[in-house]
């Protein structure tokens, strides 16, 4: 069993560097010209899987780049960042981070907050399930001690702040969007919300303070903590609209009080 995990990783390694099939030849049956053939055929399946599993999890940056740039773009990022999970899904995570550094894609400064974007919504698909906050804890938040009180976000939630306008790219690149594409890049930033309210990723527009009371809470569960972060970013900030709202698309999903 051993030495068959040895094989699999010199074949293995061969598929994904083209530099290291000197090892994996003599390991492949028929002459060493069919081998090169074989492993050469393999390969470019190999990368050919990998490129589409990154175009299925950053579709808006497919088509912000287009094709043949975003082939170029894979390549790259996948000899930066070999998977390390047989699983597709999980290969793509540091794209983001990648393009910020790739030379390529200066020109286009937005991309690195569009693709954090799409692998957060990705992401939000595979998070764990929670069940829908009980109506009667909110009912409850005007008499319970707001300084012990805590609040939970359901898995799947993240948000994003952005100088770009995040939230309008997503919008105009979305399948069923009818309107018009064009997006001023100097209109100002956005702040974005992933979230998951039955079995669909959504992802929506946040207010400054919306955004700077979820990002608190991610940070700590502290309700009050929160509402002060909020409140100095917009003094109009109406909490319990807002926890409502939350509790009905499923992104505050517990409210408790700290013993």
Do not use: C
């Not at 994996?24 to 492993?39: C, V, W, Y």
């Not at 286009?108 to 954090?116: F, G």
């Not at 009371?213 to 409140?231: D, I």
Request: charged share 15%; aromatic share 6%.
């Amino acid at each position: 069993m051993a030495e068959l995990a040895v094989l699999q990783k010199l074949v293995g390694a061969a598929l994904t560097d083209r530099s290291r099939e000197a090892t994996a030849l003599p390991l492949i049956a028929g002459s060493e010209a069919a081998a090169r053939k074989r492993l050469a055929i393999y390969r470019a399946n190999v990368a050919a899987n990998a490129a589409g599993a990154l175009a299925a999890i950053y579709p808006i940056v497919h088509k912000l780049v287009g094709a043949e740039f975003f082939g170029g773009l894979a390549h790259a990022y996948r000899a930066a960042h070999p998977s390390m999970s047989g699983d597709l899904n999980a290969s793509g995570g540091q794209l983001a981070d990648f393009l910020r550094a790739f030379e390529p894609a200066q020109p286009l400064p937005y991309l690195p907050d569009v693709a954090h974007l799409e692998w957060l919504a990705h992401a939000a698909h595979y998070a764990a399930d929670h069940a829908l906050l009980d109506v009667a804890d909110l009912a409850r938040v005007a008499q319970l001690d707001l300084a012990r009180l805590s609040i939970k976000l359901h898995p799947a939630v993240a948000v994003v702040s952005s100088a770009y306008p995040l939230f309008q790219i997503w919008k105009v690149h979305q399948d069923d969007y009818r309107g018009e594409i064009a997006v001023d890049l100097g209109s100002g930033g956005e702040h974005v919300i992933v979230h998951r309210p039955k079995f669909h990723v959504a992802v929506a527009k946040l207010t400054p303070a919306e955004a700077v009371f979820l990002q608190t809470v991610m940070v700590s569960s502290s309700l009050t903590r929160a509402l002060e972060t909020a409140l100095k970013k917009d003094p109009g900030f109406d909490l319990a609209i807002s926890l409502q709202n939350w509790a009905n698309a499923n992104v505050v999903v517990r409210l408790a009080v700290a013993n």
